[in-house]
C-alpha cells in the first residue's frame, strides 16, 4: 500500500531510516569485532607455527626451550603455553588444564580456572610424537576494547537517532505548519471568503513561492468570480426596474380589464410577471449568500428561540391547508448566525414540507444539542422524495415533474443549503420511512 498522507510519509521514512543506521552500525561492530577475533587467531597461529617450525613438530628440548624463552620475554605476557606428551604429562608451560583443550581454535573463560584470565582464546595443535602443544591468548583487554565499542556504536546509534528524529520533527512541523496555513485559507475560500490569501515569510523558499503561486491563482479566480457577478447582478438590475414597470402595467391592465374576456389572461400574465420578479429577487438573494458578506452580521441567538417563532407564524398556514406543524426545542440553543437568513432558511423548510405534502401530513421540527454544535430535524410522513432524486432538488432550478404544477422556481432548498454552507454546516435529505427528513447541522458558537 502506498503511502499517501504526509504523516504516512515521513513513518516510512523514518523507519527505513532507522532500519538502514542500525543495520550500519551492527555491520561497523561486527566488522571490527570479527577483525580483532582474526588478529588474535592469526597471532596464536604464528606463535604455534613459528615453534613447530624449529623443533620439527615433536616435543623435544628445543621446543622447551623456545616456551620457556617466551615466558621470559614482557612481550608475551598475555600468552599462556602448554607442552604435554602423549601420556598427558606437562613438559613446558605455565599452564595446567585438564582436561586440555580440543585440538583447533576455541575459546576459554572463568571455568578453565586460569588465574587472571576471564576471556582466553586457545589454540591446541597435535605433535607428531603424540603430545599437544597449546596457547592460549589472554583476551581481557580485547574483551574490553570490544565491550568499549560496543557502547560507542550504541552511543553513536543513539545519537544519530536522535539528532534524525530531532531533524524529522522539526521538518514535519514546518511542512505540517505551512500546509495548515494553506488549509485555513482553502476552507475560507469554499465557505465565500474569495479574499482570504495565503501569507508570505518573504524567503522565496520554496514554501513561499508555492503560497505566492497560489494566491496568484486566487487573484485570478476572484477577479474572474467578481467580473461574473457584477455582470449578473448588472443584468439582474437592468432588469428589475422594467419588470417592475411592466408589472404596473399589466396590473393597470388587469384593474381596467376586470368584467371582461381577456382578464383571465391578464390575470395569468400579471402572474407570471410575479414570478419572474420573484425569480430574479431569489437569484439575487442567492448570490448576496453565496458571496460571504453576510457573515458580518453574524451575532449570538438563540436558536430554540427563532424556531418558536417561525413555527408560530406558520401555524395558522399548516391548519388552513390541513396540515399538523409539530415543534420539539426544549433548551435554549445558543450559537452565532444571521437571524434573517437562518428565519429564512426554516420558513424555506417548513413551508416546502406543507406546499408537497398530502392533506392531513403531520410536520414535525426538532431541535437538539451536540457535543459539536446543533441539530435541526424537519421531518413529515409525507410521499417523501427518492433517494436517487435529493440530489436534484437542492441543485438549482432543480424540481420533481410531480412538483411541475405548483408554483416556485425550484431555488428553495438551494438557498436553505448556501445559508447552511454560510454558517459552516452541513444538510442532507433523508428518507423517514415514510416522507422526507432534512438533518442541518450547524455549529454551536454561543
Known sequence: MRARSLRAIMATFVVVFLIAIFAIRVINYRVAHTALAHEVDRRLAGEIDEVIAISNGVANPAMIRWIKAELDDHESADLYFMLIDRYGRQLAGNLRLRPPPPIGFSDLGEMAKIPGLTHGRALARALADGGRLVVVSDNDSLHAFDSLMFRIQLTGLIVTVLIFLAGVTAVAMAISGRMRTMQRTVDAVIAGNLHSRVPLDGTNS???????????????????????????????????????????????????????????????????????IDLFSSL????????????????????????????????????????????????????????????????????????????????????????????????????????????????????????????????????????VRLHDGTMRLEDAGPGLRVVIDLPGHG
Do not use: C, Y
Open 206 to 276: 520554496e514554501f513561499d513561492r508555492q503560497a505566492a503561486a497560489f494566491n496568484r491563482m486566487m487573484d485570478r479566480i476572484d477577479a474572474l468570480m467578481t467580473n461574473v457577478k457584477h455582470a449578473a447582478k448588472d443584468v439582474a438590475h437592468e432588469l428589475k426596474s422594467p419588470l417592475a414597470r411592466l408589472r404596473s402595467r399589466i396590473a393597470a391592465v388587469a384593474r381596467q380589464s376586470e368584467g371582461e374576456r381577456l382578464a383571465p389572461d391578464v390575470a395569468d400574465i400579471l402572474s407570471q410577471t410575479d414570478q419572474i
Open 284 to 419: 439575487l438573494r442567492l448570490w448576496e449568500i453565496e458571496g460571504g458578506h453576510r457573515r458580518e452580521r453574524f451575532a449570538p441567538l438563540d436558536l430554540r428561540a427563532l424556531i418558536g417563532e417561525v413555527a408560530e407564524s406558520l401555524d395558522t398556514v399548516a391548519e388552513e391547508s390541513d396540515r399538523q406543524l409539530l415543534v420539539a426545542a426544549g433548551r435554549p440553543l445558543p450559537m452565532r448566525g444571521e437571524l434573517n437568513l437562518l428565519r429564512q432558511m426554516l420558513v424555506n423548510l417548513i413551508e416546502n414540507a406543507i406546499r408537497h405534502t398530502p392533506i392531513g401530513t403531520r410536520i414535525e421540527v426538532s431541535a437538539t444539542q451536540r457535543a459539536d454544535g446543533v441539530r435541526i430535524a424537519i421531518a413529515d410522513n409525507g410521499l417523501g422524495i427518492p433517494t436517487e432524486a435529493h440530489a436534484l432538488v437542492v441543485s438549482r432550478f432543480g424540481r420533481l415533474e410531480a412538483a411541475g404544477h405548483l408554483p416556485g422556481q425550484g431555488l428553495g432548498l438551494t438557498l436553505v443549503e448556501a445559508i
